[in-house]
T-cell receptor
Framework: TQLLEQSPQFLSIQEGENLTVYCNSS?????LQWYRQEPGEGPVLLVT?????EVKKLKRLTFQFGDARKDSSLHITAAQPGDTGLYLC???????????FGTGTRLKVLA | SAVISQKPSRDICQRGTSLTIQCQVD?????MFWYRQQPRQSLTLIAT?????????ESGFVIDKFPISRPNLTFSTLTVSNMSPEDSSIYLC???????????FGSGTRLTVV
């Protein structure tokens, strides 16, 4: 079974703190996407990373794709309550055609 | 990117009944995807719906339980049949945002079976 393991599973932090979410697999991915899902909504695409070692920034969010394209990370600087939600990584493992989602990280930022 | 309207947004249903979920896309798309998100879990693909052909179901999901219609390139329905409390989940439809560029999702249907 192809898996995308995310850590931590849950995270509760104070406003202003920094955090990093990890997405790991034993499989290689040609690209990975990160989504955020807020309560009562579907996941919303945040970013796609394609090249090994690539770093993309979206305001206070920094996304990195591992050199071997087997892992990715999401770093949030100075978290705000509006960052609260479920963060999901997703992609198609090389050699398959199936789009899979990570196990998810549920973030709560307290004011 | 496409805009997807999904309804109902939520429903509470009696066990043994069926619920049909509708998804309308604002542009023509070849494939639409149906996902299930069980409480506190990630997304699992139920099936892929192509216009003009039978839907393709993932392992663990069968047509008798989750019949899908795809009458045209902008619309699809998923029916959850003979429901039990274990079917309580969020059901989501989605379309591709372009090869290798992820998916756009509807806002989901939160189903509670009592």
């Amino acid at each position: 079974t192809q898996l995308l393991e995310q850590s931590p599973q849950f995270l509760s932090i104070q406003e202003g703190e920094n955090l990093t979410v990890y997405c790991n697999s034993s499989s290689v991915f040609s690209s990975l996407q990160w989504y955020r899902q807020e309560p009562g909504e579907g996941p919303v695409l945040l970013v796609t990373v394609v090249t090994g070692g690539e770093v993309k920034k979206l305001k206070r969010l920094t996304f990195q794709f591992g050199d071997a394209r087997k892992d990715s990370s999401l770093h949030i600087t100075a978290a705000q309550p509006g960052d609260t939600g479920l963060y999901l990584c997703a992609g198609i493992p090389s050699g398959t055609y199936k789009y899979i989602f990570g196990t998810g990280t549920r973030l709560k930022v307290l004011a | 990117s496409a805009v997807i309207s999904q309804k109902p947004s939520r429903d509470i249903c009696q066990r043994g009944t069926s619920l049909t979920i509708q998804c309308q896309v604002d542009s023509q798309v070849t494939m639409m995807f149906w996902y299930r998100q069980q409480p506190r879990q990630s997304l699992t693909l139920i099936a892929t719906a192509n216009q003009g052909s039978e839907a393709t179901y993932e392992s663990g999901f069968v047509i008798d339980k989750f019949p899908i219609s795809r009458p045209n390139l902008t619309f699809s329905t998923l029916t959850v049949s003979n429901m039990s409390p274990e079917d309580s989940s969020i059901y989501l439809c989605s379309v591709g945002a372009g090869t290798g560029y992820g998916y756009t999702f509807g806002s989901g249907t939160r189903l509670t079976v009592v």
